[in-house]
């Protein structure tokens, strides 16, 4: 018989309301029960490609004798956290200050006034290594509960109040100078691995901000070692077992240094940083490579997740079924050499083995290869290659599919509108630019309400329960400021400055210029979380600085530009120590730095040839951050607009930055000069 779940529209949710565990959704009633049956709450917090999640969900929560121990004794909320990232955030912190680590499946033991006194992640169902079985867990916690109330509650209260009281020390309200960049581009040299690409050892990331970072301090300084740091990581990515050789689309991370073996979720935030990364390559260097992963990577998120509704769905799982019955990891994606020729034949699948890297006894598990792309003497013929990855392809096709995530994350949709509009826009690829309109307009009539609140996420055309989070409005309006300046259409510029606003008014600190996660009328937890730092996305805190800047360029916006300035105070003081962890903030602050540029394109129209080829030349233009306008002389569509003459009745362009103007220009190559190029 389904539980309480049944009725979410979370998929995460859905996977565990037919569970016999009595799941309640995070909720005041689930409180409340707490209190009156004066139970512990058992938070289990989550997301639906989780590997770890589904195992733990396998081995306890389907389990009816550990599901009726927790029914007896406990309350049980299940969360997942790409809805709440809020709740994920505040008790995560918590589990790291108690336990020095983290990760999902996230295992925390509550009050019924939500304050956390017990934590883990995974907990197996027998004891493995050190680790307590999760019925052990569960009958300890209940001992504690019946029997060390008093001490339960002093724990209890002292981690909130410890949490409560940590403050963040974000340097004030300067944002950092030439210094400051320079330290943290020496700080990335520091951990940059000059073998294999990237930063830090196993298991490895793909650095998407601190890339878009290094883009940005190279086309600002003329660094030619951030620009290779960058060409060489992105290089080594495309080449590895973490890209999918196949169908285009990154993975999330890689287990080991070299880029190998994925773990084989793809989520939707990773490809649309991914997309926009390899798209603004291309733009400073031309790299063939870097063209065709762009858009192999754009075509993956528009074939594979994007939803009926026109919005992007947030993942694929890393599990399928192997064809044997079996739900196993990276099932989907490997190959045998066995498999290979029945496919392909014999000699093409030696071919094939040897173009892809797949070995007789297997990079990954059980003799199976993850296929990559290794350096080779020589060359193939291209038809040939192609042949052989179309016929693949199709074969895989006929496989079992990974379980996708259907619901629609505001942020990440952002990202993706942000990503797709320019890639559509650098390769005259129309179809991206129209995929990237029709999120956003999925965006407009599904996730906001008519006083431009913003709801984290969407399902079927069904809105959520969850209001958005500073990185939802933060990452819209990026992709929303992104669209205005690849279509000049003046509404998605209007629309970016309605969510804008509702950062000066609800999530930034009057005082202090610091910024909040979650809006001042949201619901109160035991902390207002606040995390500047970037993770597996931008922070929302740095994506607001990004995008009041840019909306402060396209319109004039004084108090949008003052209160960017201030957010970056956060960026001076942790650029310098922890680069890796503020790349978004160091990206946006290159952006600040070289002004950002204001282009203004005029035209008879927005088809004229000429009127085109300037905007083109706009749009592929290095600077960092650089907005850009197009429309007729007269529109009054965009401000940037405003008062830009027709020079000799021809196109033009106009190039503004900290309040300096050069002459216009009529010539695409003057333009490109003008910017840098």
Sequence with gaps: MPNRLAHETSPYLLQHADNPVDWWPWSAEAFEEARRGNKPVLLSVGYSSCHWCHVMAHE???????????????????????????????????????????????????????????FGTYFPPAPR?????????????????????????EV?????????????QYGGT????????????????????????????????????????????????????????????CERMARGGIYDQLGGGFARYSVDREWVVPHFEKMLYDNALLCRVYAHLWRATGSELARRVALETADFMVRELRTNEGGF?????????????????????????AQLAEVLGDEDAELAAHYFGVTVDGTFEEGASVL????????????????????????????????RDDKVVAAWNGLAVAALAETGAYFERPDLVDAALAAADL??????????HLARTSKDGQVGANAGVLEDYADVAEGFLALASVTGEGVWLEFAGFLLDHVLVRFVDAESGSLYDTASDAEQLIRRPQDPTDNAVPSGWSAAAGALLGYAAQTGAEPHRAAAERALGVVKA?????????GWGLAVAEALLDGPREVAVVGPSLGDPATVALHRTALLATAPGAVVAVGAADSDELPLLAGRPLVGGAPTAYVCRNFTCDAPTTDPEGLRVALGG
């Design 60 to 118: 306890s929560f389907e389990d009816q004798a550990t599901a009726g121990y927790l029914n007896e004794h406990f309350v049980s909320v299940k969360v997942d956290r790409e809805e709440r990232p809020d709740v994920d955030a505040v008790y995560m912190e918590a589990v790291q200050a108690a336990t020095g680590q983290g990760g999902w499946p996230m295992t925390v033991f509550l009050t019924p006034e939500a304050e956390p006194f017990y």
């Design 129 to 153: 290594s050190g680790m307590p079985s999760f019925r052990q867990v569960l009958e300890g916690v209940r001992a504690a509960w019946t029997d060390r109330r008093d001490e339960v509650a």
């Design 156 to 168: 209890a209260g002292k981690i909130t109040r410890d949490l409560a009281e940590r403050e963040i």
């Design 174 to 233: 300067e944002a950092p100078g030439e210094e400051e960049q320079a330290r943290a581009l020496l700080g990335l040299t520091r951990e940059y691995d000059a073998q294999r690409g990237g930063f830090g050892g196993a298991p490895k990331f793909p650095p998407s901000m601190v890339l878009e970072f290094l883009l940005r301090h190279a086309a600002r300084t003329g660094s030619e070692g951030a620009l290779q740091m960058a060409q060489d990581t």
């Design 313 to 337: 769905a947030s993942a694929l799982d890393a599990d399928s079924d192997d064809g044997a019955g079996r739900h196993v990891e990276g099932a989907y994606y490997v190959w045998t050499p």
């Design 372 to 403: 990559q792309l290794p350096q080779h003497e020589g060359v193939f013929d291209a038809e040939k290659v192609e042949s052989i990855r179309v016929r693949l392809l199709d074969a895989r096709a006929a496989r079992p599919a990974p379980g």
């Design 443 to 452: 965006l407009v009539r599904v996730h906001l309400d008519d006083r431009a």
């Design 574 to 582: 942790l650029g310098p120590r922890v680069p890796r962890f503020i």
